[in-house]
């Protein structure tokens, strides 16, 4: 299979990358790690008439601890270099512990976090990591800059806040408060397959050692990162049990999550996944809140 024919271009700054966006807006995509790209113009799903490469701009391939203690990724750092960071595993343990979900190595030596995020595909678990970690992205035009909380970023399924003249510039993901857990949950049929439901969770307790804070948020379950607002709910103020991580798994499954169907699953046997997902993914995050107390 090959692509149409798309004029290429290579800008070498930041700068020149959003001018030459502005420039061909609508006709032009970005080229990250072009995993998710070049198979889709292949099979001309995709037609652009410019391809920006942004693999020469190197401000864009960043990885440092942010102010606040947490982490500063720029868009174009691959998904390995994650997967292989000593500071990534210190600050954002539940990012690293996400990587050898994704894909292959070859994969994830090409595919770069920006390109995930910005991809969109429901079943990706960067997205639903990063909604979970309660980060945010800075999208950069030639109008500016702006900021946007992951929860806000993703609108619909392949759909974000992205303007068609906004790249993703930085992906800024706050550090772990104080007794806090977290897990990655998935099922795939084979290894580095998109999963068939996944979940990433965070959970904090307080000093008493109720929770006073929980995020589950599945993929592959919806059109995007898709919270289970009603679970999450039940934890709060209440000292976690296993009775308490059945009852809001369970509450995930039967009132907070929607799965369809389709030729990998039926819509029951993803039900069924979101309930033991979540109650392993609470017993490991709740497990490790309170080891870190
Ligand atoms: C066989 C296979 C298996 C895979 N399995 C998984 C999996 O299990 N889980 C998973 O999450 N992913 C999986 N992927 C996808 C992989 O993680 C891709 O790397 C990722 O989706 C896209 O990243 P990329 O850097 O290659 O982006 P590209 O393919 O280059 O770009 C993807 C999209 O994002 C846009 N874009 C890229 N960068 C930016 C930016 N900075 N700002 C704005 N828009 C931008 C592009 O214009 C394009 O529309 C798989 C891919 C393959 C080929």
């Not at 033991?276 to 490790?288: I, K, P």
Request: charged fraction near 20%.
């Amino acid at each position: 299979m090959k692509p149409a024919p798309f004029r290429y271009v290579a800008p070498t700054t930041i700068n020149d990358a959003v001018r030459q966006i502005a420039e061909f807006g609508y006709d032009a995509k970005i080229l990250a790690g072009g995993q998710s790209l070049i198979p889709t113009m292949n099979f001309r799903l995709a037609q652009p008439q410019v391809l920006i490469d942004l693999n020469g701009v190197g401000e864009l391939a960043f990885l440092e601890t942010s102010p606040a203690g947490g982490l500063r990724i720029g868009a174009m750092t691959r998904q390995r270099t994650i997967e292989r960071s000593a500071l990534v595993a210190k600050n954002a343990p539940l990012l690293h512990a996400t990587m050898p979900h994704i894909a292959h190595v070859q994969i994830r030596n090409r595919g770069t976090v920006g390109g995930s995020l910005a991809h969109a595909d429901p079943a990706a678990e960067l997205p639903a990591v990063m909604v979970a970690l309660a980060a945010r992205f800075k999208l950069r035009s030639v109008r500016g800059e702006r900021w946007v909380p992951a929860d806000q970023f993703y609108l619909d399924l392949f759909t974000t806040a992205l303007e068609p003249d906004e790249l993703i510039f930085e992906i800024e993901v706050p550090p772990p408060p104080p007794r806090t857990g977290w897990s990655i949950q998935e099922l795939a049929r084979r290894r580095g397959d998109y999963a068939l439901v996944g979940l990433a969770a965070t959970v904090q307790l307080d000093e008493t050692g109720r929770c006073s804070n929980a995020r589950l948020i599945y993929l592959s379950v919806g059109a995007g990162p898709t919270p289970a607002p009603a679970a999450a709910a039940m934890l709060l103020g209440k000292t976690p049990d296993a009775a308490l991580t059945l009852e809001a798994a369970r509450a995930a499954a039967h009132q907070d999550i929607e799965p369809m169907a389709d030729i990998h699953a039926t819509a029951a046997y993803r039900r069924q996944l979101v309930a033991v997902l979540g109650q392993r993914a609470l017993r490991e995050a709740f497990a490790r809140a309170k080891e870190s107390s």
